[in-house]
């Protein structure tokens, strides 16, 4: 089946520093790829809906100035977390659609200390 | 907007069978998805229904009503690696690209 990869599967960092997290689909292209986010014991909230060459849709209540999502390529997207705060620290994980359904990557746990 | 209520904790005993309601109001409705993920995974697809009726894989099963906007993810004989977290979802909003997450349940299965 599809596979989607993200890197890193962990990342611990400063407050105020920027991290850059890397979503893949490994064998197929994906023209559309969503973030979302995870609270412990929460469901997954849709951030934005990321397109390969195009801006990406944010969802309500989340700042597109903090996070910073590109749509490099058909396999490549990335979500960089500006200016990290206590706060942001979550799971996030990426997905992609393929021809039958929605594939998710293994997520990124962030921890801002 | 979306939303998609569930149950938040479930207990059933290995090899009994559960049920596990969502009911969900959306802007726009292209189907229910129902999703598993153990503690620090990521989801993984187990159903998906169009239309109403049951839709049988194996030990799982799932169930919706469009009219009623309602449905069900059935398990049949439970086994306890079946403990995780079921989310029901919606492809809906401004486009039918998009999938929203229900609250989530919280399934445990007891010896």
């Known amino acids: 089946g599809a596979v989607v990869s993200q890197h890193p599967s962990w990342v611990i960092c400063k407050s105020g520093t920027s991290v850059k997290i890397e979503c893949r689909s490994l064998d197929f292209q994906a023209t559309t790829m969503f973030w979302y986010r995870q609270f412990p014991k929460q469901s997954l909230m849709l951030m934005a809906t990321s397109n390969e060459g195009s801006k990406a849709t944010y969802e309500q209540g989340v700042e597109k100035d903090k996070f910073l999502i590109n749509h490099a390529s058909l396999t490549l997207s990335t979500l960089t977390v500006t200016s990290a705060h206590p706060e942001d620290s979550s799971f996030y994980i990426c997905?992609?659609?393929?021809?039958?359904?929605?594939?998710f990557g293994p997520g990124t746990r962030l921890l801002v200390l | 907007g979306q939303s998609l209520e569930q149950p938040s904790e479930v207990t059933a005993v290995e090899g009994a069978i559960v049920q596990i309601n969502c009911t969900y109001q959306t802007s726009g409705f292209y189907g229910l998805s129902w999703y598993q993920q153990h503690d620090g995974g990521a989801p993984t697809f187990l159903s998906y229904?169009?239309?109403?009726g049951l839709e049988e894989t194996g030990r799982f099963s799932s169930f919706l009503s469009r009219s009623d906007s309602y449905g069900y993810l059935l398990l049949q004989e439970l086994q306890m690696k079946d403990s995780a977290s079921y989310f029901c979802a919606v492809r809906g909003g401004a486009g039918a690209n998009n999938l929203f997450f229900g609250t989530g349940t919280r399934l445990t299965v007891i010896p």
């Open positions: 229904n169009a239309l109403d």
């Open positions: 997905s992609a659609r393929g021809e039958e359904t929605q594939y």
